[in-house]
């Protein structure tokens, strides 16, 4: 069975403070490995897909890593407006995308 | 309008009530999806389909009834819901349900409420 699992479960930061959200996964013949961002009271939206160990991918403060148990979820010099719930999805053999639980970040002015 | 549209946003029915969800994709994806979404928990695939024909339906209890009368329209029928259906439902599309390396593209949700 896919498994995706995701830590820190929450994470607060100041302003500025860099740091790393981690997905790790064990999902058979992996296809895509997906990073969402989600805010409340809104559906999750789509960051990066990662296809290959070693592959990376930025967009403004944010850079995705992929490794062959895991992904890294990187920010850089975080902002207020980065606070938000960070989903991580595996796919695989079985077509359907495996969830993690989120990692929820809350960055302080 | 683009993406994946969800009405309503917000919905509060008793437990003996009827009601239905709706989703619109304007993507000209082939796959559509419902989700069930708790606090704390993964997201829950409740159904799928492809080209309009169900192809998965992860055990979800009979009172919810999925609808695709097209690859543009998604719905949930709902009916003798209980308090632990609580929750927001989400429904994505993706190009297809196959090429499983293309992400899934989500609504906002239906924020739904049971007394």
């Known amino acids: 069975e896919d498994q995706v699992t995701q830590s820190p479960e929450a994470l607060r930061l100041q302003e500025g403070e860099s740091s790393s959200l981690n997905c790790s996964y064990t999902v058979s013949g992996l296809r895509g490995l997906f990073w969402y961002r989600q805010d409340p009271g809104k559906g999750p939206e789509f960051l990066f897909t990662l296809y290959s160990a070693g592959e990376e991918k930025e967009k403004e403060r944010l850079k995705a890593t992929l490794t062959k148990k895991e992904s890294f979820l990187h920010i850089t010099a975080p902002k207020p407006e980065d606070s938000a719930t960070y989903l991580c999805?595996?796919?695989?053999?079985?077509?359907?995308?495996?969830f993690g639980r989120g990692t929820s970040l809350i960055v302080h002015p | 309008e683009t993406g994946v549209t969800q009405t309503p946003r917000h919905l509060v029915m008793g437990m003996t009530n009827k009601k239905s969800l709706k989703c619109e994709q304007h993507?000209?994806?082939?796959?559509m999806y419902w989700y069930k979404q708790s606090a704390k928990k993964p997201l829950e695939l409740m159904f799928v389909y492809s080209l309009e024909e169900r192809v998965e339906n992860n055990s979800v209890p009979s009172r919810f009834s999925p609808e695709c009368p097209n690859s543009s329209h998604l719905f949930l029928h709902l009916h003798t819901l209980q308090p632990e259906d609580s929750a927001l439902y989400l429904c994505?599309?993706?190009?297809?349900?196959?090429?499983?390396?293309?992400?899934?593209?989500f609504g906002d949700g239906t924020r739904l409420s049971i007394l």
């Open positions: 994505a599309s993706s190009q297809d349900m196959t090429a499983n390396d293309q992400p899934q593209h």
């Open positions: 999805a595996g796919s695989g053999g079985s077509y359907i995308p495996t």
């Open positions: 993507l000209g994806h082939n796959a």
